[in-house]
């Protein structure tokens, strides 16, 4: 079973459209994040959610909403969709909070391409 | 605040050893490890808590000078699995501010 898993792997979508990219998993950690990567292959953390509820929240256009139902669960919701978005977004996982003791687990990655 | 790494880029031969800088503009609380294989998710390599601290397994090994707010990852004798984009991390502050760096990409030829 996929420790991290994220749906769906490949996103291909038009400006201005909505959608929505979920993780979920199944190690029992308490906290989880979004990353972004950009075609320049920089990662940049944009939430962390801890027992659903958000800890980090980097500045990020207010278009993406992260949605915790539960602690095994962290979605991305982006809204009017704009061609700076297309990039691999991963989802991650940690045991706990504090990031110093923790190793992170990543999904596979959500590839994003606006049109 | 993103961390830089270099060299940005890093072509060996098996068997040949490399050293990737990260260097920080902040105090760091601890520096993380990663390797990202193209088109894979970044693994965890290790964790330095204390400045001064020195980690290994197998033949990466990696040091963190809390002063110089400075890590780095040492891979020796290298091998064709070793290649990928390595990415340090740095926690600023106790848990709330965390970057990845800005990646370096390392090709081991045969």
């Known amino acids: 079973d996929t420790a991290v898993s994220q749906t769906p792997k490949y996103l291909v979508t038009q400006m201005g459209n909505d959608k929505s990219i979920k993780c979920e998993q199944n190690?029992?950690?308490?906290?989880m994040y979004w990353y972004k990567q950009d075609s320049k292959k920089f990662l940049k953390i944009m939430f962390s959610y801890n027992n659903k509820e958000l800890i980090i929240n980097e500045t990020v256009p207010n278009r993406f909403s992260p949605k915790s139902p539960d602690k095994a669960h962290l979605n991305l919701h982006i809204n009017s969709l704009e061609l700076g978005d297309s990039a691999v977004y991963f989802c991650a996982s940690s045991p706990g909070q504090l990031l110093a003791k923790n190793i992170q687990y990543f999904g596979a990655g959500t590839r994003l391409s606006v049109l | 605040q993103q961390p830089v790494q270099s060299p940005q880029a890093v072509i060996l031969r098996e068997g040949e050893d490399a050293v990737i800088n990260c260097s920080s503009s902040?105090?760091?609380?601890?520096v993380h490890w990663y390797r990202q294989k193209h088109g894979e998710a970044p693994v965890f390599l290790m964790i330095l808590l204390k400045g001064g601290e020195q980690k290994g397994h197998d033949k990466i090994s990696a040091s963190f000078n809390e002063k110089k707010q400075q890590s780095s990852l040492y891979l020796t004798a290298s091998q064709l699995s070793y290649s990928g984009t390595y990415f340090c991390g740095t926690e600023i502050g106790s848990g709330n501010q965390f970057y990845f760096g800005t990646g370096t990409s390392l090709t081991v030829i045969p």
């Open positions: 190690l029992g950690h308490d906290t």
């Open positions: 902040k105090a760091l609380y601890s």
